[in-house]
């Protein structure tokens, strides 16, 4: 099966958005489009043949208007559509495995009903194989401002920054590393030389964030980065820098390991606040 950008579609406003968010990026990546509505089956226990039913017809009309969308967004983009009696969340994360990215809205109705905290965003950005664009109301940013964010941690992760490198390098835009630090827990009695070595523990910061982006700088030099270090909680760092961003990238987990959790607190803080839309990276 051919590789393509999976879109969650249940024609709430915010599916449509990721619809048209999906489409614009397959044209940069010069790929193809699959549309995605899940009906869960049994309908309210109703025993009937689900195509003969009235959710059937619905959806169907539901699929044809977002292909018919696509199409007059860009004609040259392939663009197919299944309509699948599943549960939306396990559709999509079953099918995350022949796409090169999922794309679906923060919040939705009818096949994507209550998109709220762990609800079908959540679960797929949570549990997808690949690398997933939650996308909210917004999908540019305000004034002509451009620019990729990406957030940087403690032990910088391949996939969030060659995924960010990779859209500002589509995009012909700039990138934005952001590295949060914070000062480390003290007693009143050190206070003192704490204090002082607060330019030194800066210092190590644009150090750390330095030598995290080298070998990204070599192997996108088209790509102008602009560096950001905060005395902040990396979630609210993030959370101001993707105000004027066109797309916020983060990675899937805060740390690898036996005890990491799918979604890592800043990605699951961001995807709930983000003023643009978020991709979280994932390696395969």
């Not at 195509?51 to 977002?66: C, F, K, N, P, V």
């Not at 070998?215 to 560096?227: F, L, M, S």
Request: charged share 20%; with cysteine; glycine share 8%.
């Amino acid at each position: 099966m051919k590789r393509a950008i999976l879109v969650g579609i249940d024609g709430s406003a915010q599916s449509r958005c990721a619809l048209d968010w999906a489409v614009v990026e397959a044209v940069l990546r010069h790929t193809q489009v699959r549309l995605l509505h899940a009906l869960p089956w049994p309908l309210l226990g109703v025993p009937l043949d689900p195509r003969r039913t009235d959710a059937w017809e619905s959806a169907q009309r539901l699929l044809a208007d977002a292909e018919r969308r696509a199409a007059e967004m860009a004609p040259g983009v392939e663009v197919t559509s299944e309509l699948v009696l599943e549960s939306p969340a396990a559709a999509l994360v079953e099918r995350a495995e022949h796409a090169d990215l999922v794309v679906v809205g923060t919040r939705g109705h009818g096949g994507f009903l209550g998109l709220l905290l762990g609800s079908v965003a959540v679960q797929v950005a949570a549990h997808s194989p690949c690398s997933v664009v939650v996308t909210g109301g917004r999908t540019h940013p305000p004034g002509e401002a451009r620019e990729i964010v990406v957030g940087v941690g403690d032990q910088p992760a391949a996939a969030p920054l060659q995924a960010a490198f990779e859209e500002a390098a589509l995009r012909g835009i700039g990138l934005r590393a952001v590295y949060a630090w914070r000062l480390p827990a003290f007693t009143p009695e050190a206070m003192v030389p704490l204090v002082s070595n607060v330019e030194e523990i800066e210092r190590a910061a644009r150090r750390h964030l330095a030598e995290a982006l080298t070998g990204w700088r070599e192997k996108y030099p088209e790509v102008p980065v602009v560096t950001e270090v905060v005395s902040d909680r990396a979630k609210h760092a993030l959370v101001r820098a993707s105000s004027q961003a066109e797309l916020l990238v983060v990675g899937g987990r805060d740390h690898d390991g036996p005890l990491a959790i799918p979604l890592g607190s800043v990605t699951h803080a961001v995807l709930h606040r983000a003023a643009c839309p978020v991709l979280v990276a994932r390696s395969r």
